[in-house]
């Protein structure tokens, strides 16, 4: 078998893996209908995270079950599913809480970029699809496996409701479905921080009411600007910077939320300065 190993910045390679099999009863394994590069994937790629040895890639999938084992109840052969970077038993009293990330028993997904994939702790992980779907649905199938969620959780840990005004940092595939989130949610206007014309379009598409091109500073002054000096009720962190960060927290109103789902790299917060903001930060 064939899968993508990364050597170092911008040394992607394609080269023979050994096939998964079963290793332990709750495993799963899945041949690939699509698998993708995530934007996390691109911070080793271009050296800005440290590759220490040749690392597989790829923890977006969904497919067809090929093998399943002796300790899988729910999951089947033959079935379409979709799975989540982190396998996890959904027992836990973590992943009841609603943390599957932080399971107990947690296992990180990061060999999918290939055409098989063996994921552990299989009926927690998979989620099976009534039918197998057509080939035009399966890409929208394959955004449910990571940044559609992480959107949502965005969303979902700013606390955002129905009337509120929510700001969302960041128009990458996870903002732009922070932006979808918040307007399921039911808030009422969605401003989306973009400089990019054609994710401008999406984020409009999505339900975004205003967009804001500034960063820092500035992009935190046009957010009071929109709404009267006080600030957006939630904000949605998609980006993981320092400059990103305190843009989500500067443009937050006092007692407002932030919902932190940007990898972070080299971010660092100031606790007084932190202290007195009266901001609720939940990180993901």
């Known amino acids: 078998m064939r899968g993508a190993m990364l050597y170092g910045p911008r040394d992607l390679r394609f080269e023979e893996r050994e096939t998964p099999t079963i290793i332990k009863p709750t ?24 590759v220490p040895q040749p690392t597989p890639m790829g923890h977006e999938y969904c497919g067809i079950v090929e093998e399943v084992g002796s300790g899988v109840a729910s999951i089947r052969v033959g079935q379409f599913v979709i799975g989540s970077f982190f396998a996890s038993d959904n027992t836990c009293p973590h992943c009841q809480a609603g943390y599957q990330t ?3 028993h947690k296992e990180i997904i990061s060999t999918a970029q290939a055409p098989i994939l063996r994921v552990p ?27 559609m969620g992480t959107g949502w ?31 399921q949610m039911g808030a009422e206007r969605i401003i989306a921080m973009s400089r990019h014309e054609a994710r401008q379009k999406l984020a409009r598409e999505f339900g975004a009411t205003d967009i804001v091109a500034e960063r820092g500073d500035e992009g935190v002054a046009r957010i009071k600007e929109l709404t009267d000096g006080i600030g957006a009720d939630s904000v949605l962190e998609c980006v993981g910077t320092q ?24 971010v660092e917060l100031n606790g007084e300065e932190l202290f007195y903001t009266h901001v609720h930060l939940h990180l993901a």
Not at 29 to 40: E, H
Not at 153 to 175: E, Q
């Open 27 to 50: 495993d799963a394994i899945v041949r690939m209908s699509a698998t993708c590069v995530c934007g996390s994937d691109l911070w080793p790629y271009r050296g800005i995270s440290p």
């Open 102 to 104: 932080s399971c107990e």
């Open 121 to 147: 702790l299989a009926d927690g992980t998979l989620v099976a699809t009534p039918d197998i779907p057509s080939d035009d649905l399966i890409p929208s199938l394959l955004a449910v496996s990571d940044v």
């Open 153 to 183: 959780f965005a969303a979902d840990a700013a606390n955002v409701k129905p009337g509120m005004t929510v700001a969302v940092v960041g128009d990458g595939a996870v903002g732009l479905l922070g932006v979808l989130s918040a307007k």
């Open 243 to 266: 400059e990103s960060m305190m843009q989500a927290i500067g443009a937050t109103r006092k007692g407002g939320y932030v919902g932190y789902v940007g990898v972070p790299h080299g």
